[in-house]
């Protein structure tokens, strides 16, 4: 099976190392650098049970976290590549109904919440803001270098035999007699057996050139790095804003949700929101130096939710998309559902709620 794959970023660099170890042989096209856009501008928050209380949801994050541990464990083996899967936890911190709030969490192996007093937070993170009475504490959430998982995932899939060609766009998706046929680049004809779509925010424009209705849009998320030597978390704290302590000695700060187009900014008022919600939680940051500052446009689809699987009536299409902000997340999950969709047929879980299709269905 002959397999072209538009867009570089994580998932379709995780789609590609998929199909490459499945005996694909698989073409990537990334019209910049791996990880360039969404994926590497992304904090790497591995928690399931965080965005989004839908149940498809919740169901597709969690088998994906649950094998994250075995894909960081493969591309380290694969490319020598550490990817910092830290898995100290995060916490919530809490300002109404404890009891309630507290058991969002439950119900899930590996996630189970512990309700903290402030006598807990100041034993384990005393730098919170006094305000903050109660917190729940997942050690179930993990959080990862997104940026060296992008690398890794790339480097397997070269390593796997996948061809990675980058600076070069894709210009049209061929669509013939009811089934994709490849693209054309620079005005040359790329043919293929098959055809994934996993250009993220991008892929919408992409798709609609081949006469595909899918509602991608750009939504900007601006973050700020702080210095964080001496650290003041150990933790992965997710309030208004989410802080991530990296091991390299940088605090990520995240992330605003804006709908600005393709605007490629970093605003005053955004970095101003965060690190006014960095402050608030924890009052010793305001004295931290700002490492850098940056953005990235999250694909997302009206509903929040990913666009996954093959496009009816166009035989050898597949959309892999608008994973919003849980591309990080997401990964691992949607490559072996990319992979099974192209190499067995179907997948071996109910998404019929990511269906790509849904919009057009109910006139939405």
Request: charged share 20%; with cysteine.
């Amino acid at each position: 099976m002959n397999v072209l794959v538009v867009g570089g970023g994580i998932i379709g660099c995780a789609s590609a190392w998929e199909l490459a170890r499945a005996g694909c042989t698989v073409t990537l096209v990334e019209r910049g650098q791996p990880g360039a856009e969404a994926s590497g501008a992304a904090a790497g928050l591995l928690a399931p049970m965080g965005e989004s209380s839908r149940t498809a949801f919740q169901a597709l994050a969690v088998a994906s976290w649950r094998l994250f541990p075995e894909v960081v464990r493969a591309l380290r083996d694969a490319t020598g590549v550490d990817a910092e899967h830290v898995t100290r936890g995060t916490v919530y911190p809490l300002h109404g109904d404890v009891e309630r709030e507290a058991g969002a969490w439950t119900g899930i192996p590996g996630l189970t919440a512990e309700l903290w007093d402030r006598k807990a937070i100041d034993a384990r993170e005393p730098a919170l803001s006094p305000r903050v009475r109660h917190a729940v504490f997942v050690a179930g959430d993990h959080w990862i270098n997104n940026q060296r998982l992008v690398l890794a995932y790339a480097q397997a899939a070269v390593a796997a035999g996948v061809r990675l060609v980058t600076g070069r766009e894709v210009s049209r998706l061929l669509v013939e007699g009811g089934r994709a046929r490849g693209a054309t680049i620079g005005g040359a004809r790329l043919e293929a057996d098959a055809v994934v779509v996993a250009a993220g925010a991008w892929s919408g424009a992409l798709l609609a050139g081949a006469g595909v209705e899918a509602p991608v849009e750009p939504r900007r998320g601006q973050m700020v790095a702080l210095a964080h030597v001496p650290p003041l978390l150990t933790h992965c704290v997710h309030g208004e804003v989410y802080l991530v302590p990296r091991p390299s000695g940088e605090l990520l700060v995240g992330a605003t949700v804006e709908d600005a187009g393709f605007a490629r900014a970093v605003t005053a008022e955004g970095v101003g929101w965060l690190l006014a919600g960095a402050i608030d939680l924890v009052p010793a940051l305001a004295g931290a130096a700002i490492a850098r500052t940056w953005c990235g446009f999250r694909p997302w689809a009206p509903d929040g939710l990913p666009l996954l699987g093959p496009w009816p009536g166009i035989e050898g299409l597949l959309i892999a998309t608008a994973h919003y902000r849980n591309g990080i997340l997401l990964a691992p999950i949607t490559a072996r559902l990319v992979r099974e969709w192209i190499v067995e047929g179907r997948p071996s879980l109910d998404v019929t709620d990511f269906r790509p299709d849904r919009f057009v269905r109910s006139g939405a």
